[in-house]
T-cell receptor, first 115, second 116 residues
Framework: NAGVMQNPRHLVRRRGQEARLRCSPM?????VYWYRQLPEEGLKFMVY????????ESGMPKERFSAEFPKEGPSILRIQQVVRGDSAAYFC?????????????FGPGTRLTVL | AQSVSQHNHHVILSEAASLELGCNYS??????LFWYVQYPGQHLQLLLK??????LVKGIKGFEAEFIKSKFSFNLRKPSVQWSDTAEYFC??????????????FGKGTKLSVIP
């Protein structure tokens, strides 16, 4: 019974490069959330997706960040032209539909370091 | 907008001591409340949650939390901590955002160090 999977666990990029973070939700879960954790801060909501749809992106920076959750395959958080301020831990969470949809289960996170 | 505050940044206890971690939230409507734990090097795990009903909620590993609506609080307690409870603890609330999601709002976390 695999939990939420994220890869890579650690990612190093130079300024100006692109970062792609992947998230595979738990089996049977159709809702995906992305959160960012800056040093000494709590997790901050970024975006909520269902298959092929972005439902709520109110926490996403307006530029350089995008997310998708295709019909097949993992959800991807993409950061273009990374800057040092993007260095953070990025967590994905998934939830099922129905009565338990309020409860989110987290992956191990991807720690992005921008040099 | 919702907000969550956790009173203590770092708590140090000896084994067998009792634990209480404070959490207060700010939101005018109905909320769901959560405590998550992050052990060193591991991902966030759900400790317990409150949706409705009995305000005293029991979770895994002997933890419990009490929802006090009048104080907007959801403090986490454990009567006797163990060294293995060393971790970071996050309080979170969610409410339907109106944009279709139940996004979680987290506190900044409390690091707990238990000394053997």
């Amino acid at each position: 019974n695999a939990g939420v999977m994220q890869n890579p666990r650690h990612l190093v990029r130079r300024r100006g490069q692109e970062a792609r973070l992947r998230c595979s939700p738990m089996k049977g879960h159709s809702h995906v959330y992305w959160y960012r954790q800056l040093p000494e801060e709590g997790l901050k909501f970024m975006v909520y997706l269902q298959k092929e749809n972005i439902i709520d992106e109110s926490g996403m920076p307006k530029e350089r960040f995008s997310a998708e959750f295709p019909k097949e395959g993992p959800s991807i958080l993409r950061i273009q032209q990374v800057v040092r301020g993007d260095s953070a831990a990025y967590f994905c969470a998934s939830s099922p539909s129905g009565l338990e949809s309020d409860t989110q289960y987290f992956g191990p996170g991807t720690r992005l370091t921008v040099l | 907008a919702q907000s969550v505050s956790q009173h203590n940044h770092h708590v140090i206890l000896s084994e067998a001591a009792s634990l209480e971690l404070g959490c207060n939230y700010s939101y005018g409507g109905t909320v769901n409340l959560f405590w998550y734990v992050q052990y060193p090097g591991q991902h966030l795990q759900l400790l317990l949650k409150y949706f409705s009903g009995d305000p005293l909620v029991k979770g895994i590993k002997g933890f419990e939390a009490e929802f006090i609506k009048s104080k907007f609080s959801f403090n986490l307690r454990k009567p006797s901590v163990q060294w293995s409870d060393t971790a970071e603890y996050f309080c979170a609330v969610n409410a339907y955002s109106g944009a279709g999601s139940y996004q979680l709002t987290f506190g900044k976390g409390t690091k707990l160090s238990v000394i053997p």
